[in-house]
């Protein structure tokens, strides 16, 4: 499984579970599946950076996972985690809802 | 090793201790227990590649929880929890606790709220209150919750790789 793909594996599962996920968008990397998932029921971020959960790889999903929750009026104005590059190399996944 | 690895691993070792508190007073208990919640959040809030220690903060459990609703299906269930919607209303309704657990850290406490391991001076009486002595009776109001809190923490400490 390429990152991509479990990227976009990921990405499903969540969607198909919180109704609530407006938008999640990938942010490319060769080793680790980075998300960022809008959710606009959720409390703001008190910190700068966009707080994310990394999760080990599992035995359907090879690849160690990063996750960030953003509130939609802090999107794009959070700092992304070191070497996720900018908003703009996020690409929005087209998850069926 | 990694700081997160470095985390999750004195989580676990804090948890042996932990668990062995039962028989003791409360307040030894939740001094662990909000030992432990924080370092595991915190273990799971950093990246495995990060070569700095997280932030010397000691609020993460509430953020550590929300997020953990993103887990993925495979780890979701091997924390019990078959069904999505379930674990995300469990992690809902245990929030509220978590908030109360996060407080009780004595940096985040000050000398004027509980905190299961220093003296405070109770701002309505002017008291000085023994931590070993106190009820903590805003946690054990809900213990229900208290115990389920116990309960997800352990099952994600047995899964810490």
């Not at chain 1, 919180?18 to 980075?34: A, G, L, N």
């Amino acid at each position: 499984m390429t990152v991509e793909e479990q990227a976009k594996k990921l990405a499903a599962q969540n969607k198909a579970t919180e109704s609530k996920i407006s938008e999640i968008y990938w942010f490319p990397d060769e080793k680790e599946v980075r998300l960022v998932e809008v959710l606009d029921e959720l409390p703001l971020q008190d910190s700068d950076e966009l707080e994310v959960i990394y999760f080990n790889p599992e035995p359907d999903m090879p690849h160690q996972m990063a996750i960030g929750l953003v509130h939609p009026r802090q999107f794009k104005r959070l700092t992304l985690p070191h070497a996720w590059g900018t908003w703009e190399t996020g690409r929005k996944l087209e998850i069926a809802g | 090793m990694t700081w997160r690895e470095a985390f999750l691993r004195q989580a676990r070792i804090d948890a042996e201790l932990w668990r062995c508190l039962d028989e003791t007073a409360f307040s030894h208990q939740l001094h662990y227990f909000q030992m432990v919640t924080e370092k595991l959040a915190k273990g799971y809030l950093t990246p495995a590649t990060s070569a700095k220690p997280p932030s010397h903060t000691h609020i993460r459990l509430v953020r550590f929880m929300q997020q953990l609703k993103t887990a993925p299906a495979s780890l979701r269930e091997k924390l019990g929890f078959p069904r999505a919607d379930a674990f995300r209303a469990y992690l809902d309704s245990l929030l509220p606790i978590a908030t109360r657990i996060e407080a009780l850290a004595p940096a985040v406490a000050g000398d004027n709220q509980p905190n299961p391991e220093y003296p405070w001076q109770e701002p309505s009486t002017g008291e000085i209150i023994v931590p070993g002595e106190y009820s903590f009776a805003s946690i054990t109001a809900e213990k229900v919750q208290y115990m389920k809190l116990v309960r997800l923490i352990r099952s994600v400490l047995a899964h810490v790789k």
